[in-house]
């Protein structure tokens, strides 16, 4: 059975696929702001979630608040 969505460190993002080229795109929830990643492969979507999931960590730190979600 498929996942619905992707997680990591308590964040979870979604699992869309556009029909046109069927690259993988997806957006995290859960959160204010709008934070987006794609792939060409399951492998590429995952590490640009991951990656979009840490920049959001880096960037909360950065303004003095904490992340929404602990690890």
Same mark, same amino acid.
Request: glycine residues 8%.
């Given at each position: 059975?498929?996942?619905?969505?992707?997680?990591?460190?308590?964040?979870?993002?979604?699992? /869309?696929? =556009?029909?046109? !080229?069927? @690259? $993988?795109?997806? &957006?995290? $929830?859960? %959160?204010?702001?709008?934070? &987006?990643?794609?792939?060409? @492969? *399951?492998? +590429? *979507?995952? +590490? =640009? *979630?991951?990656?979009?999931? /840490? !920049?959001? %960590?880096? $960037?909360?730190?950065?303004?003095?608040?904490?992340?929404? *979600? @602990? /690890?």
């Amino acid at each position: 059975m498929a996942q619905k969505t992707v997680m990591h460190k308590g964040y979870h993002g979604t699992i /869309e696929v =556009n029909t046109k !080229d069927y @690259s $993988l795109f997806g &957006t995290i $929830l859960f %959160i204010d702001e709008e934070i &987006t990643y794609s792939g060409q @492969s *399951f492998a +590429e *979507f995952e +590490e =640009n *979630f991951r990656k979009g999931v /840490e !920049d959001h %960590i880096q $960037l909360c730190k950065e303004k003095g608040q904490d992340p929404p *979600f @602990s /690890e």
